[in-house]
């Protein structure tokens, strides 16, 4: 099964139409919140740092930049020699064309280069200013190197991740960077509806250790009243039961949650167990928490005895919240992904066509939409400095003096 097929159309506007963004941000962070305001219509120039632009680039599978395909898509490219006498004017001038500002350095170095909020705001009042960093921009931490690892480290999350009894466990991918990200962009919109109302910008300090430590739950007041750091479950739940990936007869796996006390009297009917729904050890939640290894057992026998299919179809008739657990090859071959677009397939240079996720979320009267795919370093060099009102002068000399890269053939 294919992807619906997409074009990129950059006469297409959105929501978010007439914003510019300057992302000086690198790796997924600042990318992350940068795309969710270029899908809809932002205008983000994405400052590279010359020679090798930002280091997303290198994230590479099979020889190709994947993640910059996907997370480049949208915004306009110039390529910056930091190090060359009047880089820094140069960014004086993009920024103070902007709405918004995006990066991602180290605390203290963007008023290092005598770039800091109170000098960009003289510059430009108006001025959001996303400040992404690993543990914020005060604590002690703050100064540290902060990659998403850490925070998932330090977060608490990779404690309570992983099998029961077993190591803690990162997750295979940029979580932490990722939900960063997403309130990135919502500190944003945000900050703007606030201009509208004062005329005046403000600074949004947004650290992954935050951002992950918010999605966790009330860790820190379940511990309060327990005294005791949460165990790791697997893929068990402190909540609820049952709620687990079962195996079945042929292989497959089933991700189950009965979250609900009339979904887990639903699952028992179906595995032929009514007797639990008034079983004192089994008739609630709190009882069957306390008992999850048993419910697991009793449920995990039952669907290791039937197929996938069987057990799916058993529950889908029941109204029995489940699942299967996909990988790429099963996405790639189920209808909804492609008939929603959830994926959706976009024409590429370089390998002729490239799939990737679509905008998220789903606007009814000024959807996301594909103005443009990612940029190579530099792109949109001549157009960008126009826009600041350099004459074609001034940008040959900045390109002369290699302070800016000059834009592919």
Not at 57 to 65: C, D, I, L, V, Y
Not at 114 to 129: C, F, M, R, S
Not at 184 to 191: E, W, Y
Not at 224 to 234: A, E, V, W, Y
Request: charged share 25%; glycine share 12%.
């Amino acid at each position: 099964m294919s992807w619906q097929k997409f074009t990129f159309d950059d006469t297409t506007g959105g929501p978010m139409a007439g914003v510019r963004v300057v992302d000086l941000s690198r790796l997924v962070a600042g990318n992350m919140a940068s795309l969710q305001l270029a899908d809809f219509g932002a205008d983000v120039i994405k400052v590279e740092p010359l020679p090798t632009g930002d280091p997303l680039r290198a994230w590479k599978q099979s020889g190709t930049s994947t993640f910059w395909k996907v997370y480049g898509r949208n915004k306009r490219s110039i390529g910056v020699d930091f190090r060359k006498e009047g880089a820094i004017d140069l960014l004086r001038k993009l920024i103070a064309t902007a709405d918004v500002l995006i990066e991602s350095f180290r605390p203290g170095t963007l008023e290092k280069m005598g770039l800091g909020p109170d000098v960009l705001h003289e510059l430009a009042p108006g001025l959001v200013i996303l400040r992404v960093s690993g543990f914020g921009q005060t604590g002690p931490y703050s100064s540290r190197p902060g990659f998403g690892t850490l925070v998932e480290g330090m977060s608490g999350f990779a404690s309570r991740n992983g099998e029961e009894g077993g190591d803690p466990l990162l997750p295979p991918l940029a979580l932490a960077d990722m939900i960063a990200g997403i309130y990135g962009s919502n500190a944003v919109l945000m900050s703007l509806r606030a201009r509208e109302a004062t005329g005046r910008g403000q600074v949004v300090d947004l650290g992954l250790l935050d951002a992950m430590t918010s999605v966790l739950g009330p860790e820190a007041l379940d511990f309060q009243l327990s005294q005791k750091p949460k165990p790791r479950l697997g893929n068990g739940s402190n909540q609820s039961s049952p709620r687990n990936v079962y195996q079945a007869k042929d292989g497959g796996y089933i991700a189950l949650s009965a979250s609900m006390q009339k979904t887990a009297e639903r699952v028992f009917r179906c595995i032929g167990r009514e007797d639990l729904i008034d079983h004192p050890d089994y008739c609630n939640n709190e009882r069957r928490v306390a008992r999850r290894g048993e419910v697991d057992r009793i449920v995990g026998d039952w669907i290791g005895a039937r197929t996938t299919e069987d057990v799916l179809t058993v529950f889908d008739e029941n109204g029995i919240t489940a699942a299967p657990v996909y990988d790429m090859s099963d996405i790639s071959s189920d209808p909804h992904f492609r008939d929603r677009g959830i994926y959706v397939a976009l024409p590429d240079d370089e390998l002729g066509s490239v799939s990737m996720h679509a905008p998220v979320p789903r606007l009814s009267a000024t959807p996301g939409a594909f103005h443009r795919p990612a940029p190579s370093i530099s792109e949109h060099a001549h157009q960008v400095l126009a826009d600041t009102g350099m004459d074609a002068q001034e940008v040959a000399d900045l390109m002369e003096r290699g302070v800016v890269g000059r834009a592919p053939e």
